[in-house]
């Protein structure tokens, strides 16, 4: 009896890890194959999307800008994102990849929110925000260097990097800039 059940007891524990075995493998697997296809085109997706922004928001801050350091950073955002647009597009191409033609809403709506600031206070907005969205950019461009499955977008995150990371450098120096402009002015008054 013991042994039947012994034998029994076995029989489950062994067809119980038999039927998961295939069904652990698939879930692992698919995940993976599909996913990383997903994430390089996610990004692709998303860089575009920031790219086309940058640029818009740049032509804006040209136009819009008082303090000369934030007319410059502006001028680079439209020279430097338009080059890394035409590189995307030419990748995206590539892979039949769809890009955005418009700038989507939340940064329709910064732009619709500075347009209405003057001078100093559009100068400091503008900066801010390009300060946390190049944050942003440098986390998900390193992200993707590190981790892409697409050599070609892999590559393009990489060599686009060094040029992000300036622009967050050269954003927080402008942002300081405009920041100090308002402590010494409101120190003057």
Do not use: C, W
């Not at 034998?7 to 879930?27: I, M």
């Not at 995307?88 to 619709?112: C, G, H």
């Not at 300036?166 to 120190?187: D, G, I, M, P």
Request: proline fraction near 3%; aromatic fraction near 4%.
């Amino acid at each position: 009896m013991k042994t039947v059940l012994f034998a029994g007891v076995a029989l489950v524990f062994a067809t119980a890890g038999f039927a998961q075995a295939p069904n652990t493998s698939k879930s692992t697997t698919r995940p993976t194959v599909s996913s990383s296809g997903s994430e390089d085109i996610e990004f692709v997706l998303d860089a575009a999307k920031g790219g086309l922004a940058e640029v818009e928001l740049g032509k804006l801050a040209s136009d819009r800008a008082q303090n000369d350091e934030v007319k410059k950073f502006a001028q680079r955002m439209v020279d430097d994102h338009s080059k890394a647009n035409e590189q995307l597009k030419q990748i995206a191409e590539s892979k039949s990849i769809k890009l955005p033609t418009e700038v989507e809403p939340k940064d329709k709506a910064l732009m619709q929110r500075l347009e209405k600031l003057n001078g100093a206070a559009f100068d400091r907005a503008y900066m801010t925000a390009m300060v946390n969205d190049h944050v942003k950019d440098v986390s998900e461009f390193k992200r993707e260097a590190n981790a892409g499955r697409d050599s070609q977008v892999k590559s393009f995150a990489s060599s686009t990097l060094p040029t992000l990371e300036e622009h967050l450098q050269q954003a927080k120096q402008a942002r300081t800039q405009t920041t100090t402009a308002k402590k010494v002015s409101a120190a003057g008054n």
